[in-house]
């Protein structure tokens, strides 16, 4: 899973319980990592069940029955700390901002651990020669003040992008694929016809 926050208005309060969450974390005395792996296992299996999660997520039920449902589910597979976490979302109305509390708390373990989330689309898959080049590529290009950079990557198949590769770092884009070349080459075409006409 990447870390990308979906909404600007839900950037404060999932920063907000990110932060709790990572103090919790410290208190229990539990690796970041691992807290990590819980919530993700608590997104996908939300995610991944659409009834759950509009139970969860409507209002009008009461916060008393969607602890129970929580509690059934997920006690005894996730910590009494991050269980209690969840508890806590639910009695604030928060738990429709789930995704982006994981993204925030990712991006959080990115920063202490100077890594960065990528999002690498190709139009047919790179084999580990290719990967191994284009990861060190990246970790050489961007620096921070505690030296160069670690890349996670994720890699996904898109074949609409024609050729190339395009890669995605938090909020910024690098398109290198035929796709955008045709397109730059179109509007390009667009520019000069228009020209002409003038």
Do not use: W
């Amino acid at each position: 899973m990447t870390a990308v926050v979906s909404s600007p208005k839900n950037l404060k309060p999932a920063k907000r319980y990110s932060k709790a969450l990572m103090e919790m974390a410290l208190d229990a005395n539990a690796k970041h990592t691992e807290v990590q792996k819980e919530l993700g296992f608590i997104l996908n299996t939300v995610n991944e069940n659409r009834d759950l999660k509009e139970f969860i997520q409507n209002p009008v039920i009461s916060k008393k029955d969607k602890k129970e449902v929580l509690d059934k589910i997920f006690n005894g597979k996730v910590s009494a700390s991050l269980l209690n976490f969840l508890f806590l979302l639910c009695e604030n109305n928060r738990l429709n901002i789930l995704d982006d509390i994981f993204s925030s708390f990712v991006l959080e373990i990115n920063k202490m651990e100077n890594t960065v989330d990528a999002i690498i689309t190709s139009a047919v898959p790179l084999d580990d020669a290719q990967k191994e080049r284009l990861i060190s590529k990246l970790q050489n290009k961007i620096k921070t003040d505690k030296g160069n950079i670690k890349v996670n990557p994720e890699f996904q198949i898109d074949e609409a992008i024609l050729g190339g590769i395009v890669v995605k770092i938090n909020d910024t884009v690098i398109d290198l694929s035929i796709r955008k070349k045709f397109e730059n080459l179109r509007s390009l075409k667009n520019i000069r016809t228009g020209a002409a006409e003038r």
